[in-house]
C-alpha cells in the first residue's frame, strides 16, 4: 500500500504511507513533527488504514472524536477509500492520494511461520503454527475454545480472559508484528504489557494472553533461516495425543478492525457515567409537589346567615385566604424537608451529578437504613458507595498503606449487610491489598502465597467480573486490572 495524505493546513507536511497497515494516533512517529495543539483531539489509536484484497481501507478505533471519510463518519465497519477522498482525523483533514494500484495486503507466501509453544508445561497448551498472516487472537475462534470444555475448571476460567478481538500477529518488511487490540485483560510480551505501539516479536519472546495461563513461548523460522524446519514434526510428534493447530488461513484486516462487536467483548454492568445523570441545573417540576394556590383550591361556600337574625352575614373570604396561606406553607414545607433533609434517590442522583461523593455516600447510607434498595435507587447507591471509598482504596494501595486500605474497605463491608454485592468488592479490595503486602515481605511462607492465589485461581471467573465492574463504576480503578494480572503472575 503506497499512498499521500496531504493536509488542509498548507503548512504541515505530506505524510508518505509505504506499509500495508497504518496507524493513525497522536503518538505516532508519523504526527510527531506536528504542534501539539494540532493533534490535541487525535486519540492515541484513532485509526487504521490498511490494504485488503486489492483495496485501500480506513478503520476507526473507537477513537473519542470520530473518524470522517468524505463528510461521513465512519463507524464500526472499515470504509473502502478512493483516490482523491477527504478523510477526517480529530481536527486534522486530509486528501488520499494513492501513489500506487493497491496490491493484496495479506502475504501469500508463506515465507515466515511462527510457533507457538506453552511456556508452562503444567498447563501443556496446544503449540499453534502460523503459516499465514494476518493471525487473529480470539476466545471464540477454534484455538481456544476447546478449552472450555476441558476438565480443568482453570482452564475453563481462564480463557474467559481473552476477549473476542484480543490482539494479532501481521507481517511487515518479513518481521513478525504483534499488536493488542484494546483487550480488556491486556497482552504482555516478555512480562510487558503491549501498549499503544506493535511489537516486534522474535524467536525466545514469552508472550501472554489475558494472564499467565495462556503464555506461550515464541519460534519464528524464515524461509532463509539455516534452522532445520523438521522442527515443526518434532513438535507435532511430541504433542501427539493433542495435535498441533496449524493456522494456514489469514484472518482478513477487515474482521480484525470491524468493531461492531466490540460492545458485546466482555459482559459488561450497566453502570451510570457521570453524563448519564440529568442535568439538575434546572428544577424538575414534574418530580416536585403542586403547589396550592389559593385562589384555586376549592372550599366550601359559606353558609349564609340565617334570614330571621338581624345580624350581618358572616363573611369567610379572609378566614379561607389565610387557610390557603397556611396550607401553602405546610406544603413548601413538606417539599423542603423531602427534598433537602429527608433522603431519596433524587437528591442522591443530584449530589451524585454535581460529583460531591462524600455526601452521595452518607445519602446512600441513609437510604439502606431506610429498608432495602431496589431497581434504579439500588444502582445509585453502588455508584454512590464505590465512588466515595475505592478512591481512598486506592490511594491506600499505591502507597502501601495497609491501614489506610483497611479503613476504606470497612465502609464496604458494613454496606454490604444491607447490599450484599458490596461484599464481593470489599473481599476483592482486601485480597489485593493482602497479597500486596504478602509479596513484599521477604519472610512470606510459600503455603501462604499458595492460600491467596488460589482465591482468585479457583473462581478467577467471578473475580474477574468483580474486577470489570468496579473498573466501570469508578474510573480510577481502570489500571488496578493490571496490578492484579501482576500480583497474580507474582504469587506463581
Avoid: C
Avoid at 507536511?13 to 506536528?34: H, K, Q, S
Avoid at 484480543?166 to 501498549?195: M, W
Avoid at 476504606?408 to 454490604?416: I, K, S, V, Y
Avoid at 515481605?441 to 471467573?461: G, I, K, M, P
Amino acid at each position: 500500500m503506497r499512498l499521500r495524505l496531504h493536509p488542509r493546513e498548507t503548512h504541515l507536511l505530506p505524510i508518505e504511507v509505504n506499509t500495508n497497515l497504518f496507524t493513525i494516533g497522536r503518538g505516532e512517529e508519523a504526527f510527531a513533527e506536528y504542534d501539539r495543539s494540532i493533534v490535541a483531539r487525535l486519540s492515541r489509536r484513532h485509526a487504521k488504514l490498511f490494504e485488503q484484497d486489492g483495496a485501500v481501507y480506513v478503520a476507526d478505533l473507537n477513537s473519542r472524536n470520530g473518524t470522517m471519510l468524505n463528510g461521513k463518519s465512519v463507524d464500526a465497519v472499515p470504509y473502502r477509500i478512493a483516490d482523491g477522498d477527504e478523510l477526517e482525523v480529530g481536527k486534522l483533514v486530509f486528501r488520499i492520494e494513492l501513489t500506487e494500484t493497491p496490491t493484496d495486503g495479506v502475504e501469500t507466501e508463506a515465507d515466515v511461520t511462527m510457533v507457538l509453544e506453552t511456556a508452562h508445561e503444567e498447563n501443556d497448551l496446544t503449540p499453534i503454527v502460523v503459516t499465514r498472516f494476518p493471525f487473529l487472537v480470539s476466545r471464540d475462534s477454534e484455538i481456544f475454545t476447546p478449552y472450555r470444555e476441558l476438565p480443568d475448571g482453570r482452564a475453563a476460567n481462564e480463557v474467559e480472559f481473552i476477549s473476542t478481538k484480543h490482539a494479532h500477529f501481521y507481517l511487515q518488511d518479513n518481521q513478525v508484528y504483534l499488536e493488542d487490540l484494546n483487550s480488556t485483560n491486556g497482552t504482555l510480551l516478555n512480562d510487558v504489557k503491549v501498549q499503544d505501539q506493535p511489537q516486534m516479536v522474535n524467536s525466545g519472546d514469552l508472550i501472554a494472553f489475558g494472564g499467565d495461563y495462556f503464555e506461550y513461548r515464541v519460534l519464528v523460522l524464515r524461509a532463509d533461516d539455516s534452522v532445520d524446519r523438521t522442527v515443526l514434526q518434532d513438535i507435532d510428534r511430541d504433542h501427539s495425543s493433542e495435535g498441533t493447530i496449524f493456522v494456514d488461513s489469514p484472518t482478513s484486516f477487515i474482521d480484525i478492525f470491524d468493531t461492531q462487536d466490540k460492545m458485546s467483548d466482555q459482559p459488561q454492568p450497566s453502570v451510570p457515567s457521570i453524563q448519564e445523570f440529568p442535568d439538575h441545573s434546572e428544577p424538575l417540576d414534574s418530580s416536585r409537589p403542586e403547589k396550592i394556590e389559593p385562589d384555586k383550591k376549592a372550599a366550601p361556600k359559606p353558609a349564609p346567615a340565617p334570614k330571621h337574625s338581624g345580624e350581618k352575614p358572616k363573611t369567610t373570604a379572609k378566614v379561607w385566604r389565610y387557610v390557603g396561606i397556611l396550607l401553602l406553607l405546610g406544603a413548601v414545607g413538606g417539599g423542603y424537608y423531602f427534598y433537602t433533609l429527608q433522603p431519596s434517590a433524587q437528591k442522591l442522583e443530584q449530589v451524585l451529578y454535581q460529583g460531591d461523593y462524600a455526601e452521595g455516600a452518607q445519602i446512600a447510607k441513609a437510604l439502606l437504613a431506610q429498608g432495602s434498595v431496589q431497581g434504579e435507587t439500588e444502582r445509585l447507591v453502588t455508584v454512590a458507595l464505590l465512588r466515595a471509598y475505592v478512591p481512598q482504596w486506592l490511594q491506600g494501595y499505591r502507597a502501601k498503606d495497609m491501614a489506610a486500605m483497611a479503613q476504606a474497605n470497612d465502609q464496604l463491608r458494613a454496606a454490604g449487610t444491607m447490599l450484599p454485592q458490596m461484599y464481593d468488592y470489599a473481599e476483592l479490595l482486601e485480597w489485593a491489598g493482602e497479597s500486596q503486602f504478602l509479596l513484599s515481605q521477604s519472610d512470606t511462607s510459600a503455603s501462604e502465597l499458595t492460600r491467596v492465589r488460589n482465591w482468585w485461581v479457583f473462581n478467577s471467573a467471578k473475580r474477574q467480573t468483580t474486577l470489570e465492574r468496579l473498573a466501570a463504576y469508578v474510573p480510577e480503578a481502570s489500571g488496578l486490572a493490571e496490578s492484579i494480572q501482576a500480583q497474580v503472575r507474582a504469587l506463581r
